[in-house]
C-alpha cells in the first residue's frame, strides 16, 4: 500500500510504525516468557538419578502439588483419624477456587473417596482444597504441614502454599523433588497407587476423566501418576511406568502443550529403559524423617488449652493422636502390706471352702475347712499350722507374682489317652491332683490375690479322703462364655481393680493346674495410634495413662514397631476393662481401638 504525502500520509506511516513496534513487542514478550523447562530421571527401584536437567531449579509445580495432598490424606487415613467413608464439609475456600471444579459447594458433606478420586484423576482444584482444608483446618496450616511433609520426604526445595496448586508466591517445587514424591506414593501407599492409573471413575457428583489418559493409553507400561498445567508453569507431568521389572519416574516440566509435554516424556522413559540396570534388588525409600516428629506433624489438630479437636468424620475408627496434659494428677499411693496381707487371708478361708464344697459335689464327700493341711479361725486367720503374712513379717519379694507360663499345655505332662481309664477315682489316681511341693498358704502378689500354688496341699490332702472305690464321673472342662458388653462403668472398674484370679481348668480327667496366671482373663489392650519414632510413642503413652489412670493405671505400656512406624498399645486388660478405656478415651478425644486375644 503506497502512502499519501502531506499531514494526513505521514500520519498514517506513524500510525503503522507503532502498530508494528507493539505487535513485535507483544510477540518477543510473549516468547520470553514461557515456562521454563526442566527434567529429572530415577531408577524407581534404587531412586538412582539416571539423568537430569535443570533438575533442582524452584519452578512452579502447578497441579503436581496434589500429589503431595493426596499423599497426606493418605497419612490420616493409615493413622486412622479419617477412613475413606469420612464425610468431609466442603468450606467456603474450596468452593470458591477455580477451575478445574468439581462442582462443590459450601457446606456440603462429600465422602473423602470421592475427593481423593476427583484431585488425583481430575486435578479438581475444589475438591483438593477441600480434603486440605479439612486435615488442616485452615488453606495455611495445611501448607505448612505440606512444607514440613516434603521436607522429612527429602523434597529440599520445595514450599507449598496450598493445597491445589495455583499459582502463588512462595509455592515452588523442582523436578527431582516431583519425582521423589512419586516415588514414596507408589512405595507408601501401594493400595491407593492404582487410582492414578484409572482412566474414569465415580467422583460423587459425577463420572470424572483422567487428565493423563492420552499419555497413559500411548506409552507402553505407563501407570501414573499426575498432570499439572498453570500458564506460568506450562504443561507439567509426573509419570512412572514398568517395563520387565524395570520401573522408572520422571518428571517434565514447561512443557508447551499437552502434546509436546508427553512426547519429551516418552523420550525420556525410552532412553530410561535403555539405561537402566536389570538385576538390580528393590531398595524402598526410608519413612519420612520429621523434625521433633509427631506433635509437631500434628500441632494442627490443637486447640487452646492443648488438648486435641474430635475427629474430622463419624466413619472413622479414631481422632487426633496428640495428648498434652494441663494439669499433673497425683501418683497413686503404694500398696498398704498391712492391708494386703488381711485381704490375703480372707481370699485363703473363701478358697478353702470352696474347695471343700467343690469336692464335696463330685465325690460325695462332706468335707469341710476342717479337712485342710491349716486351720483357718473363725475370723479368717489361718493358726500356726500355716505361716500367716503380717504387716510385720511381709516382704516385697513375697508378694511377686509367679512367672506367667509359655503356654498352658505345658503345665499339663504329656499322657497317652490309650493308658487313661474311663474312670478315675481321687484315690486311685493321686498323681491326678497336682500336689506341688509345700509353698507359703497365704503367699499373694501384688494386687493381694492368692497363688495358686498356695491351695495345692489343700487339693492333695482332701484327694487322700476320697474313699477309694468312690467312682468320679467325667467332668467336661468348662466352655468359657463370652458376656455381652458391659456398659455399667463403676461395675467395671470394680470388676477390674478386683483382680480376682480364674477358676482352675480341666486339661484331662482329674487333672488341675496348680499353676495359673492371676491375669483374671486380662488378654485384652487398647492402641492410640502409630507414630514415627519409640519416643514419640512412649510419651504419647505415658501422657494417656496419667489423663486416664481410672483405667490404663495398671495396664502395660507396649511400643511396638509395624509398617514403618510404631504403634502405642496398652496391655493387660480384661475385655470390658478395654471397651470402657476406649469409650473414656474417645470421650476425650483421643484415639483408640481395642485390641483382642
Same mark, same amino acid.
Given at each position: 500500500?503506497?502512502?499519501?504525502?502531506?499531514?494526513?500520509?505521514?500520519?498514517?506511516?506513524?500510525?503503522?510504525?507503532?502498530?508494528?513496534?507493539?505487535?513485535?513487542?507483544?510477540?518477543?514478550?510473549?516468547?520470553?516468557?514461557?515456562?521454563?523447562?526442566?527434567?529429572?530421571?530415577?531408577?524407581?527401584?534404587? #531412586?538412582?538419578?539416571?539423568?537430569?536437567?535443570?533438575?533442582?531449579?524452584?519452578?512452579?509445580?502447578?497441579?503436581?502439588?496434589?500429589?503431595?495432598?493426596?499423599?497426606?490424606?493418605?497419612?490420616?487415613?493409615?493413622?486412622?483419624?479419617?477412613?475413606?467413608?469420612?464425610?468431609?464439609?466442603?468450606?467456603?475456600?474450596?468452593?470458591?477456587?477455580?477451575?478445574?471444579?468439581?462442582?462443590?459447594?459450601?457446606?456440603?458433606?462429600?465422602?473423602?473417596?470421592?475427593?481423593?478420586?476427583?484431585?488425583?484423576?481430575?486435578?479438581?482444584?475444589?475438591?483438593?482444597?477441600?480434603?486440605?482444608?479439612?486435615?488442616?483446618?485452615?488453606?495455611?496450616?495445611?501448607?505448612?504441614?505440606?512444607?514440613?511433609?516434603?521436607?522429612?520426604?527429602?523434597?529440599?526445595?520445595?514450599?507449598?502454599?496450598?493445597?491445589?496448586?495455583?499459582?502463588?508466591?512462595?509455592?515452588?517445587?523442582?523436578?527431582?523433588?516431583?519425582?521423589?514424591?512419586?516415588r514414596h506414593l507408589f512405595y507408601d501407599f501401594p493400595q491407593y497407587y492404582n487410582i492414578f492409573s484409572r482412566r474414569q471413575t465415580d467422583a460423587g457428583l459425577t463420572d470424572v476423566a483422567n487428565t493423563n489418559r492420552k499419555f497413559l493409553d500411548s506409552y507402553k507400561g505407563?501407570?501414573?501418576?499426575?498432570?499439572?498445567?498453570?500458564?506460568?508453569?506450562?504443561?507439567?507431568?509426573?509419570?512412572?511406568?514398568?517395563?520387565?521389572?524395570?520401573?522408572?519416574?520422571?518428571?517434565?516440566?514447561?512443557?508447551?502443550?499437552?502434546?509436546?509435554?508427553?512426547?519429551?516424556?516418552?523420550?525420556?522413559?525410552?532412553?530410561?529403559?535403555?539405561?537402566?540396570?536389570?538385576?538390580?534388588?528393590?531398595?524402598?525409600?526410608?519413612?519420612?524423617?520429621?523434625?521433633?516428629?509427631?506433635?509437631?506433624?500434628?500441632?494442627?489438630?490443637?486447640?487452646?488449652?492443648?488438648?486435641?479437636?474430635?475427629?474430622?468424620?463419624?466413619?472413622?475408627?479414631?481422632?487426633?493422636?496428640?495428648?498434652?496434659?494441663?494439669?499433673?494428677?497425683?501418683?497413686?499411693?503404694?500398696?498398704?502390706?498391712?492391708?494386703?496381707?488381711?485381704?490375703?487371708?480372707?481370699?485363703?478361708?473363701?478358697?478353702?471352702?470352696?474347695?471343700?464344697?467343690?469336692?464335696?459335689?463330685?465325690?460325695?464327700?462332706?468335707?469341710?475347712?476342717?479337712?485342710?493341711?491349716?486351720?483357718?479361725?473363725?475370723?479368717?486367720?489361718?493358726?500356726?499350722?500355716?505361716?500367716?503374712?503380717?504387716?510385720?513379717?511381709?516382704?516385697?519379694?513375697?508378694?511377686?507374682?509367679?512367672?506367667?507360663?509359655?503356654?498352658?499345655?505345658?503345665?499339663?505332662?504329656?499322657?497317652?489317652?490309650?493308658?487313661?481309664?474311663?474312670?478315675?477315682?481321687?484315690?486311685?489316681?493321686?498323681?491326678?491332683?497336682?500336689?506341688?511341693?509345700?509353698?507359703?498358704?497365704?503367699?499373694?502378689?501384688?494386687?493381694?490375690?492368692?497363688?495358686?500354688?498356695?491351695?495345692?496341699?489343700?487339693?492333695?490332702?482332701?484327694?487322700?479322703?476320697?474313699?477309694?472305690?468312690?467312682?468320679?464321673?467325667?467332668?467336661?472342662?468348662?466352655?468359657?462364655?463370652?458376656?455381652?458388653?458391659?456398659?455399667?462403668?463403676?461395675?467395671?472398674?470394680?470388676?477390674?481393680?478386683?483382680?480376682?484370679?480364674?477358676?482352675?481348668?480341666?486339661?484331662?480327667? #482329674?487333672?488341675?493346674?496348680?499353676?495359673?496366671?492371676?491375669?483374671?482373663?486380662?488378654?485384652?489392650?487398647?492402641?492410640?495410634?502409630?507414630?514415627?519414632?519409640?519416643?514419640?510413642?512412649?510419651?504419647?503413652?505415658?501422657?494417656?495413662?496419667?489423663?486416664?489412670?481410672?483405667?490404663?493405671?495398671?495396664?502395660?505400656?507396649?511400643?511396638?514397631?509395624?509398617?514403618?512406624?510404631?504403634?502405642?498399645?496398652?496391655? #493387660?486388660?480384661?475385655?470390658?476393662?478395654?471397651?470402657?478405656?476406649?469409650?473414656?478415651?474417645?470421650?476425650?478425644?483421643?484415639?483408640?481401638?481395642?485390641?483382642?486375644?
Amino acid at each position: 500500500m503506497i502512502m499519501a504525502d502531506g499531514p494526513f500520509g505521514r500520519f498514517l506511516r506513524s500510525l503503522a510504525f507503532i502498530v508494528s513496534v507493539s505487535l513485535g513487542a507483544a510477540l518477543s514478550v510473549g516468547y520470553a516468557s514461557a515456562a521454563p523447562e526442566a527434567y529429572y530421571m530415577m531408577d524407581a527401584r534404587t #531412586g538412582e538419578t539416571l539423568f537430569e536437567d535443570n533438575a533442582e531449579t524452584p519452578l512452579h509445580p502447578a497441579s503436581l502439588t496434589k500429589m503431595l495432598t493426596l499423599y497426606i490424606a493418605f497419612q490420616e487415613i493409615e493413622r486412622g483419624n479419617l477412613s475413606l467413608d469420612s464425610m468431609i464439609t466442603v468450606s467456603k475456600n474450596a468452593a470458591a477456587q477455580p477451575p478445574s471444579r468439581l462442582g462443590l459447594k459450601a457446606g456440603q458433606k462429600i465422602q473423602l473417596r470421592y475427593l481423593i478420586r476427583a484431585a488425583a484423576i481430575k486435578s479438581a482444584n475444589d475438591a483438593a482444597q477441600a480434603i486440605g482444608d479439612a486435615i488442616g483446618g485452615s488453606q495455611a496450616k495445611f501448607a505448612e504441614r505440606m512444607t514440613r511433609t516434603a521436607r522429612a520426604l527429602g523434597m529440599r526445595n520445595s514450599s507449598f502454599k496450598n493445597a491445589s496448586g495455583l499459582t502463588a508466591k512462595g509455592h515452588v517445587s523442582t523436578a527431582k523433588d516431583m519425582s521423589i514424591l512419586g516415588r514414596h506414593l507408589f512405595y507408601d501407599f501401594p493400595q491407593y497407587y492404582n487410582i492414578f492409573s484409572r482412566r474414569q471413575t465415580d467422583a460423587g457428583l459425577t463420572d470424572v476423566a483422567n487428565t493423563n489418559r492420552k499419555f497413559l493409553d500411548s506409552y507402553k507400561g505407563a501407570d501414573g501418576i499426575k498432570t499439572g498445567y498453570t500458564q506460568p508453569a506450562g504443561f507439567n507431568l509426573t509419570a512412572s511406568a514398568e517395563r520387565g521389572g524395570v520401573r522408572l519416574i520422571a518428571t517434565v516440566f514447561g512443557g508447551k502443550s499437552t502434546d509436546d509435554r508427553n512426547a519429551k516424556m516418552a523420550k525420556m522413559l525410552d532412553r530410561g529403559f535403555a539405561k537402566a540396570k536389570r538385576n538390580v534388588g528393590e531398595q524402598p525409600p526410608a519413612p519420612p524423617q520429621f523434625d521433633n516428629a509427631d506433635n509437631e506433624l500434628l500441632a494442627n489438630a490443637m486447640v487452646e488449652d492443648g488438648l486435641p479437636q474430635g475427629g474430622l468424620g463419624s466413619a472413622a475408627k479414631t481422632v487426633r493422636q496428640v495428648v498434652t496434659l494441663t494439669s499433673s494428677p497425683r501418683p497413686m499411693p503404694r500398696p498398704n502390706f498391712s492391708e494386703l496381707a488381711t485381704g490375703a487371708q480372707e481370699q485363703v478361708a473363701e478358697m478353702a471352702d470352696g474347695i471343700a464344697g467343690a469336692l464335696a459335689e463330685v465325690t460325695g464327700l462332706a468335707a469341710s475347712s476342717a479337712d485342710l493341711p491349716f486351720a483357718v479361725a473363725a475370723d479368717g486367720t489361718p493358726t500356726a499350722a500355716a505361716p500367716v503374712v503380717t504387716a510385720q513379717n511381709a516382704q516385697p519379694s513375697t508378694l511377686r507374682p509367679l512367672p506367667r507360663p509359655h503356654k498352658i499345655a505345658d503345665l499339663a505332662p504329656a499322657r497317652n489317652p490309650a493308658q487313661v481309664p474311663a474312670q478315675d477315682s481321687v484315690a486311685a489316681q493321686p498323681s491326678m491332683v497336682a500336689a506341688a511341693a509345700p509353698a507359703p498358704a497365704a503367699a499373694t502378689d501384688e494386687g493381694g490375690t492368692t497363688s495358686r500354688s498356695a491351695i495345692a496341699p489343700a487339693a492333695a490332702q482332701l484327694a487322700s479322703l476320697a474313699p477309694a472305690a468312690a467312682p468320679i464321673a467325667e467332668v467336661a472342662a468348662p466352655q468359657p462364655q463370652r458376656q455381652a458388653p458391659i456398659y455399667d462403668d463403676q461395675a467395671v472398674l470394680a470388676k477390674a481393680n478386683a483382680a480376682e484370679p480364674p477358676a482352675p481348668e480341666l486339661l484331662g480327667k #482329674g487333672e488341675v493346674i496348680t499353676r495359673l496366671s492371676t491375669s483374671g482373663g486380662a488378654h485384652w489392650g487398647v492402641n492410640i495410634g502409630r507414630f514415627s519414632s519409640s519416643d514419640a510413642a512412649e510419651r504419647i503413652l505415658l501422657k494417656t495413662q496419667l489423663v486416664e489412670s481410672a483405667t490404663l493405671g495398671q495396664s502395660l505400656r507396649k511400643v511396638t514397631e509395624k509398617g514403618g512406624g510404631f504403634d502405642a498399645n496398652f496391655l #493387660g486388660l480384661t475385655e470390658e476393662a478395654a471397651a470402657l478405656a476406649c469409650r473414656r478415651l474417645t470421650a476425650r478425644a483421643i484415639p483408640c481401638i481395642t485390641l483382642g486375644p
